[in-house]
């Protein structure tokens, strides 16, 4: 044999080259492809329950953190309930630390609800379901709060300018120019998005011009406890009339402002959720 020859490969016994035998068949690239296929389906189904899969640690730590939100919601509550009542019965500087004690209060509440909001377990389930709920009617509650915060704050100047005209009926000129001048003040107020205040602040300004109107004829009287008497009596009856119809007016706004603060407010969706990570978290 010719050294310079090289010997060609003989088939085997199956009749096959040694160079196609070494190849995979059809049946067994796809079988190989099965098997990579399921290992694949095995994997993405494994990450998939670990993105919802929600441990009871998890749980926990979102429980711990609505309760920092409910914490914080709670004294914003408080502090409202504060502004209100002062509106006419603080000084200055008290009226204005609690309109910034109500804002920073706003601002709390949303970090503590940022917080919550990057936690995995209302990101998932149930426990999304119930956090949106939360979250849509604390959005809510806090849209109500901050616009009851500048429409109070608005109206300061003129309550303060009526809590003491409100309070006598005269016929000194001195006492109808205040009465005018609470009105006017009223009539100022602008920016009140807030629609008890707004219902209040039409009641003080025409309850206000009529306190005003009849102050005006009482000033005209000469002789009120003489021949002009029942005139004077009739003109002053009237006037009681419409100081009560004014101490409805702001009983009616507290009590208005307080019921549709209730009803803004999340309390009823937060016990929910905190209910359910507190359950999930011991289950």
Excluded: W
Aim: hydrophobic fraction near 35%; charged fraction near 30%; charge should be negative.
């Amino acid at each position: 044999m010719n050294n310079s020859q090289v010997p060609k490969p003989q088939p085997d016994s199956t009749g096959q080259s040694p160079a196609s035998a070494s190849m995979p068949d059809k049946k067994s690239i796809k079988m190989i492809g099965i098997i990579a296929g399921a290992v694949l389906v095995i994997i993405t189904i494994a990450i998939v329950s670990s993105f919802f899969s929600v441990s009871k640690e998890e749980y926990r730590q979102a429980y711990d953190q609505m309760e920092g939100v409910v914490s914080a919601n709670s004294s914003l509550n408080s502090k409202l309930s504060s502004m209100q009542y002062g509106l006419t019965s603080s000084t200055d500087t008290q009226f204005k630390n609690d309109v910034e004690a109500v804002e920073e209060a706003i601002e709390e509440v949303r970090e503590e609800n940022k917080e919550l909001s990057t936690l995995k377990a209302i990101k998932v389930g149930e426990g999304k379901k119930q956090y949106d709920e939360f979250n849509k009617k604390l959005e809510e509650q806090l849209t109500f709060t901050s616009d009851a915060v500048k429409s109070i704050s608005n109206i300061r100047e003129a309550s303060l300018a009526c809590s003491a005209a409100n309070s006598v009926i005269t016929s000194s000129k001195s006492a109808t120019t205040a009465q005018n001048e609470c009105v006017s003040a009223f009539k100022k107020a602008s920016d009140i998005p807030d629609n008890d205040v707004k219902t209040f602040v039409k009641a003080m300004v025409t309850e206000g011009e009529r306190l005003a109107s009849i102050m005006d004829k009482m000033v005209a009287i000469t002789n009120p406890y003489g021949a002009q008497y029942e005139q004077y009596k009739s003109l002053r009856d009237e006037g009681y009339e419409v100081q009560k119809n004014i101490r409805d007016a702001q009983a009616d706004f507290r009590s208005n402002f307080e019921k549709h603060a209730k009803e803004a407010n999340a309390k009823d969706t937060a016990e929910d959720l905190s209910k359910f990570l507190s359950e999930q978290a011991r289950r």
